[in-house]
């Protein structure tokens, strides 16, 4: 039995949270795709919206990797520290589109959340990466910690974006 074995529950729950989450985010798309979009709104999704999603995907992807049939935990721990490689690079974009976007001026919980938490998160995965040969156990209770970090800053990203639409943007319409 691998050290990999006793995770199994946890990220079929993480897991599915994620995916059900991907689906609900296209579902809010979908409901304010009548909003007009300009180019200063396009920008801002590609700040706000589009890393949610990535988020979401990070988790779903490790999820499926942990619960691989791995012999050991090497080939889990290589792919999570390439997963954490990206999203650091990732998250390198996204403080520079939350920048350059115009269409709203990010405050600090916008760069905690978008940026800062998740940075976090993706150097978790990483370091994780780098402990699992010497701290499995360690570096398997990191990497839960990260995919939990990544799924709730998604969530609040998730709800932050739609009660600015339902709440700001849809009255400023009529």
């Not at 995916?19 to 798309?29: E, H, P, R, T």
């Not at 589009?50 to 988790?59: D, K, L, R, S």
């Not at 010497?134 to 609040?156: D, K, N, P, Q």
Request: charge should be positive; include cysteine; charged fraction near 10%.
């Amino acid at each position: 039995m691998t050290p990999l074995a006793g995770w199994q529950n946890f990220y079929v729950i993480v897991g599915s949270s994620a995916g059900a989450l991907i689906g609900l985010q296209f579902i809010v798309v979908t409901l304010l795709a009548d909003m007009p979009i300009g180019h200063s709104a396009a920008q801002a999704g590609d700040a706000f919206a589009t890393p949610t999603i990535i988020h979401f995907g990070a988790v779903l992807f490790l999820a499926g990797v942990i619960n691989a049939p791995w012999p050991g935990i090497a080939p889990a721990a290589a792919l999570w520290g390439l997963l954490g490689l990206s999203g650091v690079v990732y998250s390198a974009i996204v403080a520079r589109r939350l920048q350059r976007q115009s269409a709203y001026k990010p405050e600090f919980e916008d760069w905690l959340f978008h940026v800062l938490l998740p940075f976090a998160g993706y150097v978790t995965l990483s370091a994780c990466a780098l402990a699992a040969r010497s701290r499995g156990v360690e570096a398997l209770y990191g990497v839960a910690g990260a995919a939990l970090l990544l799924l709730f800053t998604g969530i609040h990203n998730a709800w932050d974006a739609v009660t600015y639409h339902v709440f700001i943007q849809k009255r400023k319409q009529q």
